[in-house]
């Protein structure tokens, strides 16, 4: 429960610089706008985005619901059973995020 608590504030503030660096990454890659929808790459980079989106989703209900409610109750059975099944798809998803993103790199090469 602890590491939770800990990865979650670490979490966030990594959770902006990444979004930075891949707005920084999109504007030197594609040309216009219109490769978002045109190309492979930009495509990629929605469905990328669709799936870091989810992320977020599941991370900000971790931030904000589970979090305060393990440190109220870091024993409730049912918040920990939570708590693995929400980290569980977050990993899944965001082992995902970071397969499609060594494509992204390897094809903007």
């Known amino acids: ?11 966030t503030v990594s ?3 990444v979004v930075i660096a891949g707005v920084v ?6 040309d216009t706008v219109g490769e978002l929808t045109s190309t492979q790459w930009g495509q990629t980079l929605l469905l990328k985005t669709a799936a870091v989106g989810v992320a977020m989703a599941i991370g900000a209900f971790n931030h904000f619901r589970l979090r ?3 440190e109220a109750d870091p024993t409730d059975a049912d918040l920990l ?3 693995r099944s929400a980290l569980t798809s977050e990993a899944i998803i965001l082992g995902f995020v970071v397969v499609v993103t060594a494509w992204l790199v390897a094809a903007a090469s």
Do not use: E, Q
Not at 4 to 10: K, P
Not at 25 to 30: E, H, W
């Open 1 to 11: 429960v602890g590491l939770v608590v800990r990865f979650s504030s670490v979490a």
């Open 15 to 17: 959770l902006g610089a």
């Open 25 to 30: 990454m999109a504007v030197a890659v594609l």
């Open 68 to 70: 305060p409610a393990l």
């Open 81 to 83: 059973r939570t708590a």
